[in-house]
């Protein structure tokens, strides 16, 4: 089964400076997609960012990108010149390319960010 | 085009009571989800819709969880004689077949009493 892990269950940062927030999964197939989401208080899920496994070029959405490793499973998301909006919960979600209903979540990272 | 959507936002109900949670895809969408968050934790995937298929109730925690899929479209997720344990926030999901991404809708907060 993958599995996805988020080591940190809360991050803080200064506004206007870059925070790393980390994610590694567990998995035996080689395609797949890996995605961070945001969920900040109003609980809406917005997606941040994706990555398709095939691809070796990391994503990148303005002020996110992230660190894909794929043999080290990591999939690392930074933020840049974060913002007081950032705050949130983060979410490392894995999907399988070939089951469409597999898709696993980690348990989320709170993002604090300090004006 | 409009997002997903869930009614209602927010549900207060009495322990033994049974709820209905609904939730309209994007157009389009024939993948439905539902997931359930339980306070400051991560998301547990409850059951998945594809066209006309047989859903996948896999993740359904018992048999008082129950859901449907109306003509490819709107769903309803059915919890009967709620417990207190079931109080959680349920999310709704849809995407395109085989796409990568899922579009959530704002949840429905359930509270058992």
């Known amino acids: 089964a993958q599995t996805v892990t988020q080591s940190q269950p809360e991050m803080s940062v200064q506004e206007a400076e870059t925070v790393t927030l980390s994610c590694t999964y567990d998995t035996s197939e080689s395609d797949y997609y890996l995605f961070w989401y945001k969920q900040p208080p109003s609980r809406q899920m917005i997606l941040v960012i994706r990555q398709e496994a095939y691809k070796q070029q990391n994503a990148t959405e303005n002020r996110f990108s992230v660190n894909f490793q794929k043999a080290a499973k990591s999939f690392s998301l930074k933020i840049s010149d974060s913002q007081l909006g950032d705050a949130a919960m983060y979410f490392c979600?894995?999907?399988?390319?070939?089951?469409?209903?597999?898709?696993?979540f980690g348990a989320g990272t709170r993002l604090t960010v300090k004006p | 085009g409009a997002g997903v959507s869930q009614s209602p936002s927010n549900k207060v109900t009495e322990k033994g009571k049974d709820v209905e949670l609904r939730c309209d895809p994007i157009?389009?969408?024939?993948?439905l989800y539902w997931y359930r968050q339980s306070l400051g934790q991560g998301l547990e995937f409850l059951i998945y819709?594809?066209?006309?298929?047989?859903?996948?109730k896999s993740g359904l925690p018992s048999d008082r969880f129950s859901a449907e899929r109306t003509g490819g479209s709107v769903s309803t997720l059915t919890i009967q004689r709620t417990q207190q344990e079931d109080s959680a926030v349920y999310l709704c999901a849809s995407s395109l077949p085989w796409a990568g991404e899922q579009y959530f809708g704002p949840g429905t907060r359930l509270t058992v009493t």
């Open positions: 819709f594809q066209g006309n298929s047989a859903p996948d």
């Open positions: 979600a894995y999907r399988s390319l070939y089951n469409n209903n597999d898709m696993r």
């Open positions: 157009s389009g969408h024939t993948a």
